[in-house]
């Protein structure tokens, strides 16, 4: 019932800087927590930022001073901005939003994951 596209990933040269986007949509009632996460190969899938719906947010270490994580909460879209990328962040980087549907009275909970988008530094 709740689908998310992303876009924006590429090869980008290491430094460069490339912003990612997903968009939300299908029967939402209201989106409490959206994030992104990467895998890169043969490694585990790990969070790098999220953001809360009062704005919060939450950045990986190896991530802090370099992207920023934001969302249009009218448009149900969260952004990656990615600067100064290192080698090292290339992965697929994955969408994942959770929320409340719109299907009263009891407005369930939904979590759903994005089909990925790669992005790959290098030169």
């Known amino acids: 019932q709740v689908q998310l596209v992303e876009s924006g990933g590429g090869l980008v040269q290491p430094g460069g800087s490339l912003r990612l986007s997903c968009v939300a949509s299908g029967n939402i009632f209201s989106i409490n927590v959206m994030g992104w996460s990467r895998q890169a190969p043969g490694k585990e899938r790990e969070l790098v930022a999220r953001i809360r719906s009062d704005g919060s947010t939450y950045y990986a270490d190896f991530v802090k001073g370099r992207f920023t994580i934001s969302r249009d909460n009218a448009k149900n879209t969260v952004y990656l901005q990615m600067d100064s990328l290192k080698p090292d962040d290339t992965a697929v980087y994955y969408c994942?939003?959770?929320?409340?549907?719109?299907?009263?009275?009891?407005?369930?909970?939904?979590?759903?994951w994005g089909q990925g988008t790669l992005v790959t530094v290098s030169s």
């Open positions: 994942n939003v959770n929320g409340r549907i719109a299907t009263p009275p009891d407005y369930g909970l939904f979590a759903v």
